[in-house]
């Protein structure tokens, strides 16, 4: 197949994540157009600390992928904090885990800027918690209708 045929090609890239131990493996299943949109990314973050590229399962299902360069020490709160792939834990021995819908929804990259967006994390934790008590509270009280 010669290059002009493989750039109109559906980018198909399948990620499997480890399923049940932290050694698992991570397996990428994909067609070249996908690996040079990921390869382009990964170029893009190591140039501008980010990067992102939409791809497709093979379902039609599209989705980005965003990749974030941190070359901060491994005892930074960053990565002291940031969740771990495989576990589903909400604090550590550091505070709050940092998971990748905070970093996603928050911008954060960097231990400087989970320091200075954490008062506005808190802030939206405690609505959410606020909204979760009244909806809980609507809930009991439409059972006691019942």
């Known amino acids: 197949m010669n290059k002009e045929e493989n ?4 980018p198909l890239l399948h990620i ?13 299943v994909s067609n070249k157009t996908a690996l ?3 390869k382009e990314t990964i170029e893009k973050a190591l140039e501008k600390g980010e990067g992102d590229c939409v791809v497709t399962t093979s379902d ?5 992928i965003k990749i974030i360069q941190n070359d901060e020490d491994w005892q930074s709160e960053f990565w002291r ?3 771990l792939p495989f576990f589903e834990v909400n604090e550590s021995e550091e505070g ?3 998971s990748v819908e905070d970093i996603i929804g ?11 967006k954490q008062p506005v994390m808190e802030e939206f934790k405690k609505h959410n918690e606020e909204i979760r008590e009244k909806i809980l509270k609507i809930i009991r009280r439409n059972k006691q209708g019942d």
């Open 7 to 10: 750039d109109w090609r559906m």
């Open 16 to 28: 499997y994540p480890q399923k049940h131990h932290p050694n698992d493996d991570l397996v990428i």
């Open 36 to 38: 040079l949109r990921l």
């Open 60 to 64: 039609m299902e599209t989705y980005e």
């Open 81 to 83: 904090r940031l969740q």
């Open 96 to 98: 709050e885990v940092l």
């Open 106 to 116: 928050f911008d954060i990259k960097s231990s400087e800027d989970l320091t200075e």
